[in-house]
Each structure stands twice: as structure tokens, then as C-alpha cells.
């Protein structure tokens, strides 16, 4: 037997300092990157990284730049792919393809398109790591409403077709395990392990759900859920044996990023490059927006 070690998030929404939430806020990007890269230092077992979507912030130019941080850190860290979530689609076309064409991460998307962006991304991926074959799909909900700009752009088929025909082309390519890029809920990625066969294990992004270890929804399908805001490290080991039963074991939990955690340097100078595009937009804003004299007259009789 032989194991991995798969880690993901999702739903971060931008927040790559603490979530904010209490007094003792937990989150953080350079927490999160510390905590990969003190994983990969210390296992013995092949590492993968993933995301599920939803990393840019809200739908203003500033939400757009804090989805570039977050994709810029991803990078940094390694991350091996990710899916988007709607959050990151509402910025537009010229957006992703900025944050996605110079990035190393693969983008899986198996159930959608972004017209204009065809000749990026995967619909279906292979990762060798440890000597095993790891194939991902990476899927989108359809009944997520858009921004009304955006939905000419965005091509979504059925996610049972188009998860079925991915699958069976992986397996076709011989992979030891299939691993699905969820941003399709909770609930919705349940569904996804009783209507497709053949996924071994779904990674939950859309709507916050947590689950402090991977449940095994089908005979042959566990999901793992993340959480949102950065707060946590979803942690999946995954034994694999051989044919025809190649996943043996799935066992995980959460890490959570503590304020007692170290920061992870490396991550200075995205964080500074933030602030110099923020402090930009400021600006533009400011010399858009007429004086308070200017508007004074205009209502004057």
C-alpha cells in the first residue's frame, strides 16, 4: 500500500489575513502557507494541494485584487490545481485571464467554459506524484446566479454528463485515484457521489461547509469539506492499495490556522503589492469623485 496526502480549501473570499470573527481570529494566508510548506518538510507521503474556488473578494475592484493575492499565494505555494467558484467568475473575463495565464496551477473545469478563455485550463487533469496517477475534475453549479454581466460569458453543461464522460476518460488513462474539485455545496457534492460513479473522493467547496473529517457518502466515495475564510487546512490521507479496489483507507481532519502560528515570510511582498493597488484604486477613486464644493453648486437653485 502507499499513501497521500491531499490538502485543500476553498471559499476563502479574499480574506487572506485573519477571518475577523472573534477575539482570538484564526486564519491567515501566511499561516497558511507555513503550515504547507511545514508539511512538505516533514511527511514521508506525497502532498497534493487544491482549491475549490470562491478566492477573490466581493464584486468591486478591490475583491478583484484580493482574488489576484490569493491566486499569487496559491502560486507560491505550490498549489497543484483549483476550480473557480462564482465569486471569482463576476470580475469578468479579462480578470481570470490575467490571474489564470501566468499562474502554474492548473485550472480544471470540467462542466464550464468562460468564452473568450477556451484555450486555457483543463476539462479533466492527471498528476503524477509518489509513483501513483492522480486524475481531477473540477465543477461548477449551475444554479449559482451570476452577475448579470457575466452570464453570456459563462458556458455550463450538465454536471452528470460531463462528470461521467471526465471520469471514464481518467480511468481510461489508468489513474490509481479521481479527485473532484467540488463547488457544487455540500449537498450538491453528496449528490454528485450518488450520481457518478467512480469518484473517489469529493473535495466540498460553495457555502462554508466544514467537516472535521472526510465522510464516506458511497461504498467508493468520501467527501471532505474546508470550511470558509481561511480559517482551516482540510487534511485527507488516502491509502491506496492495487486493483481492483485501489483505495483501501480515508481518513483526515482540520487544520486550523491559530494565531499562534507562524507567519510565513515569503508572503511580504504579495501583501505589499496589495496594499500598493488598493492605495491605487483609492486614488482613482478620489479624482473621479467630484468635491463636496463641485456638488454643492450643482444642487444650489
Not at 466581493?58 to 498549489?79: H, I, P, Q, S
Not at 485550463?121 to 451570476?146: A, D, K, M
Not at 485501489?246 to 504579495?270: Q, S
Request: net charge negative; hydrophobic share 40%; with cysteine.
Amino acid at each position: 500500500t502507499a499513501e497521500l496526502v491531499i490538502l485543500h480549501t476553498g471559499d476563502s473570499y479574499g480574506y487572506f489575513d485573519t477571518c475577523g470573527c472573534r477575539s482570538d481570529s484564526t486564519g491567515g494566508l501566511a499561516k497558511r502557507a507555513w503550515v504547507i510548506d511545514s508539511l512538505r518538510r516533514s511527511s514521508d507521503e506525497p502532498i497534493l494541494v487544491f482549491d475549490t474556488g470562491d478566492f477573490s473578494g466581493g464584486k468591486n475592484e478591490y475583491g478583484a485584487e484580493m482574488g489576484r493575492t490569493l491566486v499569487e499565494a496559491m502560486d507560491l505555494m505550490e498549489y497543484d490545481a483549483f476550480t473557480l467558484g462564482e465569486w471569482d467568475l463576476n470580475h469578468g473575463p479579462a480578470f481570470l485571464r490575467s490571474i489564470i495565464e501566468p499562474s502554474r496551477m492548473s485550472w480544471v473545469h470540467t462542466n464550464y467554459d468562460v468564452v473568450g478563455l477556451e484555450d486555457l485550463g483543463r476539462r479533466s487533469l492527471v498528476v503524477e506524484r509518489g509513483g501513483r496517477r492522480i486524475g481531477v475534475i473540477g465543477l461548477y453549479n449551475p444554479t449559482i446566479l451570476l452577475e448579470a454581466s457575466m452570464r453570456d460569458s459563462v458556458v455550463i453543461e450538465d454536471i452528470g454528463e460531463s462528470a461521467r464522460r471526465a471520469v471514464n476518460d481518467l480511468r481510461a488513462e489508468d489513474v490509481d485515484l479521481v479527485v473532484a474539485l467540488s463547488h457544487l455545496s455540500y449537498r450538491g457534492s453528496r449528490a454528485l457521489a450518488e450520481l457518478v460513479p467512480g469518484i473517489d473522493l469529493i473535495l466540498s467547496g460553495h457555502g462554508g461547509k466544514s467537516l472535521s473529517a472526510p465522510e464516506q457518502v458511497m461504498p467508493e466515495t468520501w467527501v471532505a469539506a474546508a470550511g470558509d475564510l481561511g480559517r482551516w487546512v482540510a487534511r485527507t490521507r488516502v491509502e491506496l492499495g492495487n486493483e481492483p479496489a485501489p483505495v483501501t483507507a480515508v481518513e483526515g481532519d482540520l487544520i486550523v490556522m491559530l494565531p499562534a502560528l507562524p507567519n510565513d515570510p515569503r508572503l511580504d511582498p504579495l501583501f505589499e503589492r496589495y496594499e500598493e493597488r488598493r492605495q491605487a484604486l483609492l486614488q482613482k477613486e478620489s479624482q473621479r469623485a467630484p468635491s463636496r464644493s463641485a456638488e454643492t453648486q450643482r444642487t444650489l437653485p
